[in-house]
């Protein structure tokens, strides 16, 4: 298990901008924090705020206009696509509202498929992780189950499995229980805290949903493109 | 290549009543592109084979005697010349040692001295102008098919035989058993008795080869006969070649000029219409079978292209899992070569089938097609590459926008 004191993910300064001259839209001010190993961490804010902005920063997924970001200890801006890709496959898990499983695969090929990411072909201890998780996550009976047969909450669960494949040191969640009735989204809640005390892995969650921040370790609340306040949860 | 394939054959796979329309599509594009080269194809090699089977391929003269000046002026003014008659047949005298030599040639089929010249072939009142060919009745096959061609009497060369053509003997009014007189219209004896030699023939034969020129002035005796009534004392007036390959006959038709100062000619000097005429069938041909490449292209990239816009989310998770856009434009291509290599082998086994089955659905009584298709002819291994290669091509453009994709905005959308 990762050290709790490790950082995982830091965040300097970072300031977004779509936009220029008089059409520029500021949606980051300046936005910097840290994230340790094994931290459950809610980012919470009303929308049009720049949550997603900067999950999406974090996630690599966009460039910051200015600022720096370290994914694992490893700088990441300024580097080239391939580099950054290589980035995102090794430590980066993502979960997302909607599941964006791939339909046309079962739900094990699924969760495989980022290490292909890695490796030409998946090796046996990606397999057997794979059926783990699989199994952890509840659904060992629906392996080879293509994913258009499972319910919402069963893919939201491939979609965690799939995020964490590649043992990743921290995974983005942006609205994971957004799609879910309640029963469904506190089981996967409750999975993903589950996971990332037995995995050392921290998460990252965005979040509306006030019940669910409260169950973090730490809450932090994005403001008109600043994060304002941290707190820890009173849970 | 693993995940590629893995993720190109699953989304085929998947949507499986589309890649097998697809499929087919591409399979339409080779069975035109086969049915073309193999119409063509059999239309030019029977052309071809009508043509040079009637004819030699290489024909040997010799030059054409110039006018020679046997005393100069040193002021530059002929003293005497001579300006040889247009009835004068030049002769090939060493003939023997030229045919040995032509028939050690590399795709020599065969060698066949003749004597040939112009006569009058005369019948009561009615008097026509020939062309005598004498040739030795072990060749009489040699050039043209005439014992397959006699369509009464018999090939008869004997000694005062002669066979005609059809369409000659219905204008002289002559059948198989009919005397006719055969005056010589020139002669290798120059200078002493240019012309006049006659010989009393009895028609033994009449043929029709199909080549309207032939059949209607062609006759043909015995090499002897023929050097009695040319007057060529020893040799012959030509020697005539068929080859193994007709395409090769003007490369022999010039090695054996320049081995032997005669003068050579070849069939296509003679059916320069013929060149033209399969040149622009070639020209032709060779457009419906890019048209129909044309096709499988835009079949294969307007589907491909369909195809990333559904799978753009798809294609946007797998980005953000770090799957590179080399990964991205492979599977994409992998999917266009799949299409066109099943959809390519589909077609020419198609192709196959149904050229046969025009072959047999057009075979007359005389075992010749109606239709000149030709099966052997139709390039299915040249149609299957070609097809792989434009579909794999028409893939590049729908794969390079995949790889473009946004991850984020695919995610987000």
Known sequence: MTQLTTVVLEAKDIVKTFGEGEAATHVLRGVSTEIRSGEFVALVGPSGSGKSTFLSIAGTLLTPST????????????????????????????????????????????????????????????????????????????????????????????????????????VLADEPTGNLDRKSSDEVLHLLRELAHDEGTAFFVSTHDESIAMRCDRILTMEDGMLSSTKPSLS | MLFEAKVATRYLVSAWRQSALLMFGVSVGVVVFTFIASLMNGLSVRLTEDITGNVAHVTLEPAPRLPQTFMASPRGRALFAIQPGHNVMPVIRNYRSIIEQAARMHGVRAVVPEVFGNATLARGEQTLAVAVTGIQAKDADV??????????????????????????????????????????????????????????????????????????????????????????????????????????????????????????????????????????????????????????????????????????????????????????????????????????????????????????????????????????????????LLAMIVSGAAAVLPARSAARIDPLEAIQS
């Open chain 1, 67 to 170: 600022g720096s970001l370290a994914i694992a200890g490893e700088s990441v801006l300024g580097r080239n696509e391939k580099e950054i890709a290589e980035v995102r496959n090794r430590h980066l898990g993502f979960v997302f509202q909607f599941h964006h499983l791939l339909e046309d695969f079962t739900a094990f090929e699924n969760v495989l498929m980022p290490v292909y990411g890695a490796q030409a072909r998946v090796s046996a201890p990606f397999v057997a992780r794979a059926r783990r998780l699989l199994q952890r996550v509840g659904l060992k009976d629906r392996m080879e189950f293509p994913t258009s047969k499972l319910s919402g909450g069963q893919k939201q669960r491939v979609a965690v499995a799939r995020a964490l494949i590649m043992k990743p040191e921290i």
């Open chain 2, 143 to 384: 050039i043209a098919p005439l014992t397959r061609s006699i369509v009464r009497g018999r090939l008869d060369l004997a000694v005062g035989s002669i066979v005609v053509g059809s369409r000659l003997a219905a204008e002289l009014g002559v059948d198989v058993g009919d005397r006719v007189n055969l005056r010589a219209a020139n002669s290798a004896a120059s200078r002493t008795r240019s012309a006049g030699a006659e010989a009393v023939m009895v028609v033994r034969g009449i043929f029709t080869l199909g080549v309207q020129a032939i059949d209607e002035r062609v006759v043909y005796i015995d090499l002897t006969s023929a050097r009695k009534l040319f007057d060529v004392i020893d040799g012959v007036s030509m020697i005539e070649l068929k080859v193994d390959d007709v395409w090769q006959a003007p490369a022999l038709a010039e090695r054996l000029g320049r081995a032997t100062t005669l003068r050579a000619s070849n069939w296509l000097n003679r059916n320069t219409r013929l060149q033209e005429g399969l040149r622009a069938q070639d020209s032709t041909a060779n457009m419906i079978k890019a048209f129909s490449l044309l096709t499988i292209a835009v079949g294969v990239a307007s589907a491909l292209f369909l195809s990333v816009s559904r799978r753009r989310s798809d294609i946007g998770i797998l980005r953000s899992f770090g799957i590179g856009r080399g990964a991205i434009i492979r599977t994409f291509i992998l999917q266009g070569l799949l299409i066109g290599t099943v959809g390519a082998l589909v077609g020419a086994a198609l192709g196959f089938g149904f050229a046969h089955l025009l072959l047999y659905a057009s075979m007359k009584a005389t075992g010749i097609p109606s239709i000149p298709i030709d099966p052997a002819q139709g390039e299915y291994l040249l149609a299957v």
